[in-house]
Nanobody, 124 residues
């Protein structure tokens, strides 16, 4: 059983930075996709960024150039460095993982395991 625990959320002013972490325990497979999603009140959960076990990354257009996804060498911790934060980045941030299969899923239902989320609030 895979467990994911996020940390690092908080409240910052626009233009600030935060680094989210997601600690993974349990084994899923050697070929996996991990990702960060976020959900604002009243909105659907959206994919922010993904990274595969072999390091291929994707970013939503809205965060490209501001956010950086990374993982440690063992693949046990996932990070999301968020710079130049904007109020529209506010939301609950979740990490997720699934078995890799010809690309990372674009929608949340494609991921099998989820963390409990960490809140990010950006004030103007």
């Amino acid at each position: 059983q895979v467990q994911l625990v996020e940390s690092g959320g908080g409240s910052v002013q626009a233009g600030g930075s935060l680094r989210l972490s997601c600690a993974k325990s349990g084994y899923i497979t050697s070929m996996y996709c991990m990702g960060w999603f976020r959900q604002a009140p009243g909105k659907e959960r959206e994919r922010v960024s993904t990274i595969t076990s072999f390091g291929r990354t994707t970013y939503a257009d809205s965060v490209q150039g501001r956010f950086t996804i990374a993982q440690d060498n063992a693949g046990n911790t996932l990070y999301l460095q968020m710079n130049s934060l904007k109020p529209e980045d506010t939301g609950m941030y979740y990490c997720a993982v699934t078995v890799y299969s010809s690309g990372c899923p674009r929608i949340s239902s494609g991921f099998d395991y989820w963390g409990q989320g960490t809140q990010v609030t950006v004030s103007s």
